[in-house]
């Protein structure tokens, strides 16, 4: 899918960062190419997508021209491991935890949705 994917972090209804080294250490193995101006491809066994931010800021990723199944597998862990929310635009923000649902900003919250795994991430987006 070509639409943006951003994952930001929030505390208490405002931006905040993630765990970024996490984010990226989940990242890196699957990067195809290095790193240019923050900008990568991943490859998965099944697809791939282009990934932006992965250079030194604290404003989250986003990703884009995300294809095959794996894809949405790894924004879930990502965004597990640095506690971000996931934004797809147009679609309702989702977070891989109850919890999160508290800090997003109020616009986002009555319709975030809860997902546990890639699965549901692509349910939530696709159906939006």
Same mark, same amino acid.
């Given at each position: %899918?070509?639409?943006?994917?951003f994952l930001q972090g929030f505390v208490g209804g405002g931006g905040a960062p993630g765990d970024r080294a996490a984010a990226i250490a989940i990242v890196t193995p699957l990067l195809a190419d290095p790193v240019s101006d923050g900008f990568g491809r991943i490859v998965t066994a099944d697809g791939e997508a282009d990934i932006y931010g992965l250079g030194d800021n604290d404003q989250g990723l %986003?990703?884009?021209h995300a294809n095959g199944r794996q894809i949405w597998q790894l924004i879930v862990d990502v965004a597990r491991a640095a506690g971000y929310a996931v934004l797809p635009v147009g679609c309702p923000v989702c977070v891989v935890d109850e919890v999160m649902i508290a800090h997003l900003p109020d616009e986002l919250r009555q319709d975030a949705v809860l997902v546990h795994d890639g699965g549901d991430l692509e349910c939530a987006v696709v159906n939006a």
């Open positions: %899918m070509s639409f943006d994917i %986003m990703i884009n």
